[in-house]
């Protein structure tokens, strides 16, 4: 089974004026090849998980994506840096998350030469989809 995986840096906006590091990972698994997971204070003592499509992350690299718990858009800042917000949670309860987008695309391509965009279905073990829900 072949897999993605990042390691990276993402500021939690605790606050406005807060801004605190925090390492995170993402994973992709052709073995789920329409999610990705998202692993945040990776190396904390409470590291957080979220799964979501890998769709909706592609989505938010270009545009607003996201209308449930994962909500994704892209900024463009700072000296022609490029960024990526996330926010998770819902309302009142969330979390604001900054992170360099160009290590988050070049970590989605590479996704997307292990499952081809169109062709997750053809991924998915079937047989233990229909076993665990059963």
Known sequence: MRRAHLTFAATYWVAKRLPVMISCELSYSERDPYAVTLILDS?????VRWVFSRELLADGLTGSAGEG???VWPENARAGE???WLEVGRAPHT???EMVAEPITAWLLDTYRLV???YE??????DR???LME
């Open 116 to 118: 081809p965009e169109g």
């Open 95 to 97: 979390a604001l998350f």
């Open 82 to 84: 490029w960024f990526l």
């Open 43 to 47: 190396e904390g003592e409470h590291p």
């Open 121 to 126: 279905g053809a991924r998915m073990g079937w």
């Open 129 to 131: 989809m229909t076993h």
């Open 69 to 71: 718990d994962v909500s």
